[in-house]
């Protein structure tokens, strides 16, 4: 219950994409809203996308607006989040969290379950 699996980072040049994945478990996936995050090296996570439980609604954080995509699908129990236009800035790794449903916020802390994160590197 509750088991997330992140796939899709890697090495990528500057102005470039990459297509990150995160694959839930469970039965009720569809019930949560969920959220991509991302910690660079000696820096807090930080909040990157959340997208609703229906997945009609989405959030992004300013420094990716215009730029990353977050979408799921209920059927496969995945959630991705698309990567355009990357700069260096990108560096890091990212997660994948479950947000209870209860939850009106994207700080980290209010997150439920995490991924172990998918590594992204952004060379300019």
């Known amino acids: 219950q509750g088991q997330l699996v992140e796939s899709g980072g890697g090495l990528v040049q500057a102005g470039g994409s990459l297509r990150l994945s995160c694959a839930a478990s469970?039965?009720?996936?569809?019930?949560?809203?969920m959220g991509w995050f991302r910690q660079a090296p000696g820096k807090e996570r930080e909040f990157v996308a959340g997208i609703s439980s229906s997945g009609g609604r989405t959030y992004y954080a300013d420094s990716v607006k215009g730029r990353f995509t977050i979408s799921r699908d209920n059927d496969k129990n995945t959630v991705v989040l698309q990567m355009n236009s990357l700069e260096p800035e990108d560096t890091a790794v990212y997660y994948c969290?479950?947000?209870?449903?209860?939850?009106?916020?994207?700080?980290?802390?209010?997150?439920?379950?995490w991924g172990k994160g998918t590594l992204v590197t952004v060379s300019s």
């Open positions: 969290a479950r947000r209870p449903r209860a939850g009106s916020t994207w700080y980290p802390d209010a997150m439920e379950y």
């Open positions: 469970g039965r009720t996936f569809s019930s949560y809203p």
